[in-house]
């Protein structure tokens, strides 16, 4: 079954320079490791079940003679950092790709990932992928290393200065928001969502409910965030709304080290929230909701 967003992958040109930008942002967020064969590296921000991961390429040479889950990296990256991927959690990698094809959508089999962390431990996942006639922003994933021991390779995961508790939403940004319902209705082997006005993105959605987090696409209805992140990169991700313990103590610690004042917003739940912008966050809106 898929269970939840796993995490989201911001992907930059230099890593170091993405662990200052998320660190003035508030995030524990440390130095993950190596990718094994793949020539990349990352780091990474645990919250409570989920969590962040800023990837770059370590060695070039060696990520061009690989193969496999995330290809056109350089590509992706020669027109700026930016939210890249969301992978979605399953319980039963194998199970679910079954039922992906028995939809008619094409995906590849499993296959075994993994990460060498600083400290030498091998971090080890399953991950199966859309074909090419299915070009969605979403890769599948399967951890083989309990979340307790992943988490203990960090110096501090979670209890974040900006008091993030966990990833609330992920925002995909689509030109047509009802025939793009259908396509990720078709491929989670979910219901087509209503749609709704997302206030603070501005923008028509529909909110693919995942656990405890949602998968939202979105059209833009007017100016702003959903349409300023489909001009400037066309469909994909562009915005990660993380649920925090205290959004005053999130804006106090961002106003400390340098972060513009996020803007402010009524959501269409009544909840406030507030938006750092793609230059402060290495290409992404970067969201905020909860308590003052």
């Not at 939403?169 to 928001?177: K, L, S, T």
């Not at 513009?260 to 912008?277: H, K």
Request: glycine share 10%.
């Amino acid at each position: 079954m898929l269970t939840r967003i796993d995490h989201v992958m911001i992907c930059v040109a230099n890593l170091e320079q993405g662990i200052e930008a998320y660190t003035r942002l508030g995030f524990n967020i440390y130095p993950g490791g190596v990718h094994t064969g793949r020539g990349t590296h990352n780091a990474i921000a645990y919250h409570e079940e989920d969590y962040l991961e800023v990837m770059s390429v370590r060695d070039r040479q060696e990520y061009l003679s690989s193969s496999g889950p995330g290809g056109g990296l350089l590509e992706f990256l020669s027109h700026g950092d930016g939210l890249r991927f969301i992978m979605v959690q399953s319980d039963d990698l194998a199970a679910d790709v079954a039922a992906i094809r028995r939809r008619g959508v094409e995906v590849s089999e499993p296959s075994e990932g993994g990460r060498r962390t600083p400290a030498g431990h091998e971090l080890k996942w399953k991950m199966a992928v859309l074909g090419p006639d299915h070009p969605l922003p979403i890769l599948f994933i399967q951890h083989l290393t309990p979340l307790a021991e992943r988490r203990a390779q960090l110096p501090q995961a979670g209890h974040h200065p900006n008091g993030v508790l966990r990833t609330e939403r992920v925002y995909i940004a689509v030109p047509d928001v009802a025939a793009a319902a259908k396509a990720y209705s078709r491929v989670l082997g979910m219901p087509v969502p209503r749609v709704q006005r997302g206030t603070v993105i501005k923008a028509d959605m529909a909110v693919f409910d995942l656990g405890p987090t949602g998968l939202t696409v979105a059209q833009p209805a007017e100016p702003g965030p959903a349409a300023e992140a489909l001009a400037r990169r066309g469909p994909g991700p562009f915005q990660v709304l993380y649920r925090t313990r205290s959004m005053d103590a999130a804006a106090r610690w961002m106003a400390a080290h340098g972060v513009p004042p996020p803007a402010r917003g009524i959501r269409n739940t009544g909840e406030q929230a507030m938006l750092v912008r793609p230059d402060d966050a290495c290409g992404a809106y970067i969201g905020f909701v909860g308590p003052a």
